[in-house]
């Protein structure tokens, strides 16, 4: 199965991008080339299930079922019902992030389909590069020369936020680069600067899911065990076992993705756990900040005082 994508970050919030992209019937707005399109049966466009029929300018007819609007996640997936290439089994997804470091926008397009034999690479190439990515350069110059703002009444997360503290920046390197640095469970101490003396205890692995790392923050010892950690999606997860900190139930972890459009990394950062309101004024910025936030700065600075 061919897999296509495209991924880009966009000078506005991404309430305000969810605005543009949201509508299913949109494209020509901002599609360049696309010329018109129509929802069929009088519909409107965030029904799901809905059908959207378009005509490219080179005079192509496609037609394309909604399957996911998700405005809680900023997501929309959908199939082609007449397709555009002739690919079989064809999926696509939009989604978007915040950056919180800038309130700017992480926008990722995927596609999975099969291609026909003799064709392996071809579509996957085409939709990533004159589909996925040439969209996203234009939303990116319609959103340069006239910002959005986010449509009034607008929230970033529809009730809570996923998790107690989610943040995320874009770190100035290649996600591989970035990912192998991060994914030694036992080498936050080497870039993070109020980290020191930490070491897997019992001389396990830093890969070893279960295994704990033993470290010194500032003048706290703290152990976490590593709950998951996957090359796949370039993420991982712990739980602190051993904390002088006022909280129980702490789980953290980060993910990574590739920002095609400049070779560089979305990177997001999420904690939880159980505190007092009054503890958790201070725990939840300090914890982003401090920890989540710093750890992505240094990461980057170390990455870019290697390749000097």
Known sequence: ????????ILKAPVEAVWGLVR??????????????SKI?????????????????????HVRERL????????TIA??????????????????LYPVTDTDRTFAEWEASFDEAPGDEGKYERLVSRDVFAANWANLARIIASKPPKPPKGAVRWKGFSPNKVW???VIR????KVWHTMRDFAGMGAWHDDITEMRMQDGVRADKVSGVRDFYFGDGRLNEELLHLCDLTRSFSYRITRCEIPWLNYVSGARLWPVTAGNVTFAVWTGDWDASPQDDLILMPR?????????????????RSRSR
């Open 1 to 8: 199965m061919a897999r296509a994508y495209a991924s880009i």
């Open 23 to 36: 509508d299913f019937n949109a494209l020509p707005r901002w599609a360049p080339a696309i010329a018109r």
């Open 40 to 60: 069929e049966d009088g519909l409107d466009s965030d029904v799901v299930g809905c059908v959207r029929s378009f005509h490219t300018r080179d005079g192509g």
């Open 67 to 74: 399957l996911t609007l998700d405005d809680a996640n900023y």
């Open 78 to 95: 959908y199939n082609f019902e007449k397709p555009a290439f002739p690919v079989k089994n064809y999926v696509a997804t939009l989604r």
């Open 167 to 169: 943040t995320s920046r």
């Open 173 to 176: 390197a290649p996600v591989e």
């Open 287 to 303: 914890t982003e900040q401090s920890v989540y936030q710093k750890a992505f700065a240094t990461v980057e600075k170390k990455l």
